[in-house]
């Protein structure tokens, strides 16, 4: 009886000493976990030089690779089209020397200029323009071939050599469309404006909106418009580009007046 006692009673000692070993162990497990976790040390100063550089190297790099892409973009537009529009024109010769077995490339493309070349000398006669004008009064009779061939027709004229069939005159600049704003234009053709106290001239200024084919047309003074030493091609390129092209400087040119107060044959009359 007194054996079994003793071991009973050993028994609730050794699980308490167990207890209290494992109650250490966890308090010691306790004491670490609370104890502050080793902070991670400082960047270094070579740290942070290195991802200055990298950053420094990145923006050279983007830099330099946009830099690229806009110095070749026109270069690469201007080769397509370049390329486009020489295989384009000579398809148009080329199948003539192919079938008498001349295969050269560029051969029709050269071709096709020379024969511009001709037709242009051919219409500056009188012959080429009277069959010019045959071929007008036939396409003009045509339902919708004609609106298509008038709209073409005023786009070349306006970048016409001839001064005499050029639509666009000269370059004009007028107040539009507030006072203190400016807008580029084209003078198309001038009028007189009769009234009990003078005449007074006014051009027709075409001012292209989005394209250089759609715009407004108005009616300004001649005093007021302000005529830039700008030539013809050059207000073109300013009006397709956006203003991209325009010149630092621009001066206006000196007006000639008229002489004698008289009244030219191609100029409009209007009475009020």
């Not at 009673?9 to 497990?29: D, E, F």
């Not at 759609?214 to 003074?221: A, H, K, Q, R, Y």
Request: glycine residues 6%; neutral net charge; hydrophobic residues 40%.
């Amino acid at each position: 009886m007194v054996e079994e006692k003793e071991s009973t009673s050993t028994t609730p000692l050794s699980q308490t000493s167990n207890n209290n070993n494992n109650s250490n162990n966890v308090n010691g497990g306790g004491d670490t976990q609370g104890e502050d976790p080793i902070k991670s040390p400082p960047n270094s100063p070579a740290s942070s030089t290195r991802k200055a550089c990298y950053v420094v190297l990145q923006s050279w790099v983007s830099k330099k690779f946009m830099t690229g892409c806009v110095v070749l973009f026109p270069v690469a537009v201007t080769f397509f089209i370049t390329w486009w529009f020489i295989q384009f024109v000579d398809g148009f010769f080329s199948p003539i020397y192919a079938r008498l077995g001349i295969n050269i490339f560029g051969l029709g493309f050269i071709t096709s200029l020379i024969f511009v070349f001709f037709v242009g000398i051919f219409v500056s006669s009188w012959m080429g323009a009277t069959v010019i004008w045959i071929g007008e009064w036939f396409i003009k009779r045509m339902p919708f071939v004609k609106h298509i061939y008038s709209a073409s027709k005023q786009i070349s004229s306006a970048i016409s050599p001839d001064q005499n069939t050029m639509a666009f005159k000269e370059v004009a600049i007028i107040r539009h469309p507030r006072v203190g704003e400016y807008a580029f234009g084209f003078i198309t053709s001038s009028v007189v404006l009769q009234r009990d106290n003078g005449d007074e001239e006014l051009c027709s200024v075409y001012v292209p909106t989005n394209h250089l084919y759609i715009g407004d047309i108005f009616l300004v003074s001649s005093e007021e418009i302000i005529r830039p030493n700008l030539s013809i091609r050059e207000g073109i390129e300013i009006i397709v580009s956006g203003g991209m092209t325009m010149p630092q400087l621009i001066s206006p040119q000196e007006r000639i007046p008229r002489q004698n107060n008289r009244i030219p044959l191609n100029r409009i009359v209007i009475v009020v």
